[in-house]
């Protein structure tokens, strides 16, 4: 997991703002993730992609956009329609689709102001 | 869809006791079962995984257990250490699907 890595650590967000989180990965890993942490909360998956170009949306993917251009960049957009956007965003990655090991990213807590 | 639901959702142990996490899941044709350490404020962490193909493995004090038959399978961790503390989930994968989590245990191991 140490070839994951997401940016910044923390965001602060204001009302109308759209902020986009960065997850970059070098273990050329076909499969990235997006999941949303509440505190105390389990991980809800947002948005997924099985290989370059391709992605669909998860449990939780309103209020939230990605873009798969590169194998290796998975960017996180949150928008101002995510009404309760505060949280912890974590990336993954994994070699393959489909019963495999998923390795995260540090992640990005996201507050709003 | 896979439902997966994990217990107890809280767990103190003394240190030097053993542990025992159980997760139950509903899809028969998953056959991926990884556990996970998070610690606050961290990125969870796989700490052992099983596929559905074997009945238990085993990594130094930890070890995962699978009953196919019943849909569950339980992490076991012996000999608790302070260390230990943390957030524990379970993950149920199929081979065409994404992972689905539990809701986590937290452990707390006392001195």
């Known amino acids: 997991d140490g070839g994951i890595t997401q940016s910044p650590k923390y965001l602060f967000r204001k009302e109308g703002q759209n902020v986009t989180l960065s997850c970059e990965q070098n273990?050329?890993?076909?499969?990235m993730y997006w999941y949303r942490q509440d505190p105390g909360q389990g991980l809800r998956l947002i948005y997924y992609?099985?290989?370059?170009?391709?992605?669909q949306k998860g449990d939780i993917a309103e209020g939230y956009s990605v873009s798969r251009e590169k194998k290796e960049s998975f960017p996180l957009t949150v928008t101002s329609a995510q009404k309760n956007p505060t949280a912890f965003y974590l990336c993954?990655?994994?070699?393959?689709?489909?019963?495999?090991?998923?390795?995260f990213g540090p992640g990005t807590r996201l507050l709003v102001l | 869809g896979e439902n997966v639901e994990q217990h107890p959702s809280t767990l103190s142990v003394q240190e030097g006791d053993s542990a025992v996490i159980k997760c139950t899941y509903s899809d028969s044709a998953s056959n991926y079962f990884p556990w996970y350490k998070q610690e606050l404020g961290k990125r969870p962490q796989l700490i052992i995984d099983i596929r559905s193909n074997v009945g238990e493995k085993k990594d130094q004090r930890i070890a995962v257990t699978l009953n196919k038959t019943a849909k569950h399978f339980s992490l076991h961790i012996t000999e608790t250490q302070p260390e230990d503390s943390a957030v524990y989930f379970c993950?149920?994968?199929?081979?065409?699907?994404?992972?689905?989590f539990g809701a986590g245990t937290q452990v707390v191991v006392t001195p």
């Open positions: 993950a149920v994968g199929e081979s065409w699907g994404k992972l689905q």
């Open positions: 992609s099985q290989i370059v170009n391709d992605f």
């Open positions: 273990l050329n890993h076909d499969a």
């Open positions: 993954a990655s994994s070699i393959g689709w489909g019963g495999e090991t998923q390795y």
